[in-house]
T-cell receptor
Framework: GENVEQHPSTLSVQEGDSAVIKCTYS??????FPWYKQELGKGPQLIID?????GEKKDQRIAVTLNKTAKHFSLHITETQPEDSAVYFC????????????FGKGNQVVVIP | DTAVSQTPKYLVTQMGNDKSIKCEQN?????MYWYKQDSKKFLKIMFS???????INETVPNRFSPKSPDKAHLNLHINSLELGDSAVYFC???????????FGEGSRLTVL
């Protein structure tokens, strides 16, 4: 279906280490995979996204990788900083007008100074 | 210059009451949404409007009624509030139904 599973639910990392969050999906028609970051008391904000025609995308300390065969995609944060502490949501959408964005359940990332 | 603004930010009310949450976006977007975020942080879409036309209507009780007077506004009215309606409600907008979502800061509804 259109669900997306997100693991782990909580991740604690030491400042400076890397954090990786993985999401899996089942709908092979999925072609768009964004990641949203939600800081405490705020709304989610897009931080990076990837479409199905590429396998990896980087933006400074964050990167997203996509494995269409295995139907999973991951968010990588390198050199983590305290301001990276937040809830991260993966999402997916299939082609077609009005196909809704389906969100994962979110990962709480805690960066320990 | 808030892009997506929603009011009120906090709302505490008794069971059975009727309440509304308002949302406005100044991004010139065509599509607007309401999402519900429960205590476990799960984000679930409720409604979506594109150019004032309802395009997504998830399985929500008909006590919830969205209204889009124009492209820049999408309000949510809730009748006969129940305890389970307690959540944070997020308004969002996007350029089109396939675009990046821009979320408001949320409206925390507490039903006593």
């Amino acid at each position: 279906g259109e669900n997306v599973e997100q693991h782990p639910s909580t991740l604690s990392v030491q400042e400076g280490d890397s954090a990786v969050i993985k999401c899996t999906y089942s709908d092979s028609a999925s072609n768009y995979f964004p990641w949203y970051k939600q800081e405490l008391g705020k709304g989610p904000q897009l931080i990076i996204d990837i479409r199905s025609n590429v396998g990896e995308k980087k933006d400074q300390r964050i990167a997203v990788t996509l494995n269409k065969t295995a139907k999973h995609f991951s968010l990588h944060i390198t050199e983590t900083q305290p301001e990276d502490s937040a809830v991260y949501f993966c999402a997916r959408r299939a082609l077609g007008r009005n196909n809704r964005l389906a969100f994962g359940k979110g990962n709480q990332v805690v960066v320990i100074p | 210059d808030t892009a997506v603004s929603q009011t009120p930010k906090y709302l505490v009310t008794q069971m059975g009451n009727d309440k509304s949450i308002k949302c406005e976006q100044n991004l010139g977007h065509d599509t607007m949404y309401w999402y519900k975020q429960d205590s476990k942080k799960f984000l679930k879409i409720m409604f979506s409007y594109n150019n004032k036309e309802l395009i997504i209507n998830e399985t929500v009780p008909n006590r919830f009624s969205p209204k889009s007077p124009d492209k820049a506004h999408l309000n949510l009215h809730i009748n006969s509030l129940e305890l389970g309606d307690s959540a944070v409600y997020f308004c969002a907008s996007s350029q089109d139904p396939d675009g990046e979502l821009f979320f408001g800061e949320g409206s925390r509804l507490t039903v006593l």
